[in-house]
């Protein structure tokens, strides 16, 4: 994901623009900790983000995102 390392964006009024990929970044650690950082089963977050488990652990790879306690 080569859009992590973009830099920065400003506006006008020099306020950061959040990029898509930090957006969802946020969103998944956030439904993970909403969790418990239960990934797959009954109200883990892959079922709330309606992902197959697999993907949102792809995803998680991808982010930089590692389960707590590894």
């Known amino acids: 994901m080569e859009d992590c ?6 506006t006008k009024e020099n306020r950061r623009v959040t990029t898509l990929v930090e957006m969802e ?3 998944v650690l956030e439904v993970l900790e909403m969790t418990g950082w239960r990934v797959s089963g009954e ?5 709330l983000l ?7 652990e792809a995803r998680m790879k991808k ?7 590894k």
């Open 50 to 56: 309606g992902l197959r488990p697999t993907t949102l």
């Open 5 to 10: 390392f973009l830099p920065p964006v400003k």
């Open 43 to 47: 109200k883990g977050a892959a079922e």
């Open 63 to 69: 982010m930089g995102i590692e389960r707590k306690g």
């Open 25 to 27: 970044r946020e969103y």
